[in-house]
């Protein structure tokens, strides 16, 4: 290397490191550290790198300064990702192709017979709740969503080509719900059976000065030959309207209005709106007396549909806990996560969700699992740090309702306390206080939800093309539009079958116990535990069922990364049994 630039231009090439400047040498360590560890608690970290050997060249004191340094950064050093738990988006299906009007000609065959191809069936919307997705942020951006419009037909028989299907991914514990839907094709179906009702056909053929509706050109429906003329067309020549079609997809619509609760990872997607069919080439309108037609139909209009999509994040771990109590510093300390910290309130707008990850795949489990008996071993879970609660958050005051949502899902919640900041006990009391109201008032919205649709249930008339419908009954709105459902009428959410929240595991994690004077605090706090699990104290909750199998106080100091290796295995026990 002597004699070149390169020790100039890239100091840290030169065998004395001591003289590389600090941010180069933690650059390096980072990037290593990264490289030897998937995430983990600061303990399993050391373990790996220690055992993966090969860098004792490293500056090994400064491992640990650098590991610090992660868990108390600075305020700007940190990274968030985009995150909505909330969008609306319109879905417009696939309108079809329309049919071809030709006729065959070869050399001898001036006038063949017909054989315009049908239109294409227009393309599809699907929904999947899939693994990986964290947020409604893309969706929340698009607003609108199209599917493939079919191709036109073509000629020597050629039907034209299936439009585009769309897959729209959302995260597992979406829920979806319908707001309202124009669907042209029971839109027809409803017109039509009125007409039929009204026995429309017995009146044409004794009055035949009257016109019939079906037999006329309507622009919308019928296309013609170019270069034809519709005065040419007499109504006689008209056959009548084909029957409005649903593809045999549409089968498979979950039936109107869509309230759809994706709480599992889907392996197929589920249809949200099947595509129209195409239109009919002119060989379907051969008659006796009509060899050659000169027309074939438009394809369908694809049906439109406004849904609403909610996150309520399906985490293993929530992290519940005031402002300022260490929940972000904890997430980082046993995963990866990069949220940002302060030392101040709400510095935490978002949910931030960290994975811990027990088995890399490189031999044997960094926590050993037992094995599952429905699904597969457990190689991760995961943790959800929402922004801290503070007192009457149920009443929407702080950050509090948008976020407590997150936590009702959540398998087990970690109750972090802060043992620097008054009396622990106190502090998990008041926890549990919002926790417990917030669902209390869950509870009334459900039960409100449900009167609401029994009484809606009284007044509207569902979708249902097969009933004969009375022409009394305004489905139509005025525009002609088919609003088939009420806009405002159906905000609350759908009823949800989740256990109580008092029911679920829990544990306390009593942070920064590296300060002084925090000892007294804590005992006090696992004292009141064994009492409570003793039944001995009233269940901070107030509820009698609540759940105080194994009741866990685990001292840390996140900060410090000291003690959080303990969390690990017990959370492990807690989601496994
Ligand atoms: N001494 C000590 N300080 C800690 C510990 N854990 C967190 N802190 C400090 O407490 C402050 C708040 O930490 P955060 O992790 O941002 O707290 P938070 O609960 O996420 O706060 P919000 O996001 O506002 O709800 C930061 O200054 C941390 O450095 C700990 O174990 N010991
Ligand atoms: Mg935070």
């Not at 925090?518 to 901070?540: D, S």
């Amino acid at each position: 290397m002597n004699g070149t630039l390169l020790p100039f231009l890239y100091p840290c090439l030169q065998t004395n490191r001591g003289n590389a400047p600090r941010a180069l040498r933690r650059w390096l360590q980072a990037a290593r550290l990264n490289r030897n560890t998937q995430c983990l608690s600061t303990r399993q970290i050391a373990t790996v790198s220690s055992t993966q050997g090969g860098h004792e060249d490293e500056n090994l004191d400064d491992t640990p300064e650098s590991e610090l340094d992660r868990l108390d950064p600075p305020p700007d050093s940190y990274s968030i990702t985009p995150f909505n738990d909330r969008a609306s988006i319109v879905l417009h299906a696939g309108s079809g192709g329309h049919g071809c009007i030709s006729f065959l000609r070869e050399k001898y065959i001036e006038n063949g017979p017909p054989n315009g191809g049908d239109g294409g069936t227009g393309g599809s919307i699907y929904i999947q709740a899939v693994q990986g997705e964290t947020s409604l942020h893309k969706l929340a951006r698009r607003g609108i969503i199209k599917a493939g419009r079919g191709r036109n037909g073509q000629g020597k028989g050629q039907g034209g080509t299936r439009g585009e299907d769309v897959l729209i991914t959302v995260p597992v514990g979406t829920i979806v719900r319908e707001v309202w839907r124009h669907d042209p094709i029971a839109e027809q179906e409803v017109a039509d059976m009125r007409e039929k009702a009204m026995g429309a056909d017995a009146v044409f053929d004794d009055q035949p000065g009257l016109v019939d509706n079906t037999r006329k050109w309507r622009r919308d429906r019928w296309l013609l030959f170019p270069g034809a003329m519709p005065q040419s067309f007499t109504s006689a020549d008209f056959p009548p309207l084909p029957r409005p079609r649903r593809s045999n997809i549409a089968m498979a619509q979950p039936p109107a209005p869509i309230r759809l609760d994706l709480d599992a990872p889907m392996e197929t997607p589920q249809l949200l709106a099947a595509g129209s069919m195409g239109g009919l080439g002119n060989p379907h309108f051969v008659t006796k007396s009509i060899t050659r037609p000169k027309y074939g139909t438009k394809g369908d209009e694809g049906m439109k549909l406004e849904i609403q999509l909610e996150l309520k994040i399906l985490a293993d771990v929530g992290l519940v806990g005031l402002p300022n109590a260490g929940k972000s510093t904890l997430l980082r300390a046993i995963t990866n996560s990069r949220a940002r910290i302060g030392n101040w309130a709400f510095t935490t707008l978002q949910p931030n969700i960290g994975t811990v990850v027990l088995d890399n795949h490189k031999g044997r489990p960094l926590v050993p699992t037992s094995e599952n008996k429905t699904g597969p071993r457990r190689t991760n879970f995961t943790i959800a740090d929402i922004p801290g609660l503070i007192e009457d958050a149920h009443l929407d005051r702080g950050l509090g309702l948008g976020f407590l949502r997150h936590i009702e899902r959540a398998g087990i919640l970690a109750f972090v306390v802060d043992l620097s900041a008054g009396d622990a006990i106190t502090a998990l009391k008041g926890l549990w206080k919002e926790v417990g109201q917030y669902e209390a008032l869950r509870d009334r919205e459900v039960n409100a939800e449900s009167e609401r649709r029994i009484e809606e249930q009284k007044e509207m008339v569902r979708y249902s093309p097969l009933v004969k419908p009375d022409p009394a009954l305004a489905i139509f709105g005025n525009d002609g539009e088919n609003v088939l459902f009420n806009a405002d009428g159906s905000r609350a959410l759908p009823e949800l079958k989740l256990p109580p929240i008092s029911s679920k595991p829990w544990l306390v994690i009593a942070t920064k116990a590296d300060l002084p004077e925090t000892r007294e605090n804590f005992a006090m706090l696992q004292k009141y535990m064994r009492e409570v699990a003793a039944g001995e104290r009233e269940h901070p909750s107030g509820k009698k069922n609540a759940w105080k199998k194994k009741l866990h106080a685990i001292p840390i100091s996140a900060k410090l990364a000291q003690g959080v290796e303990r969390i690990t295995p017990i959370v492990v026990d807690l989601l496994e049994n």
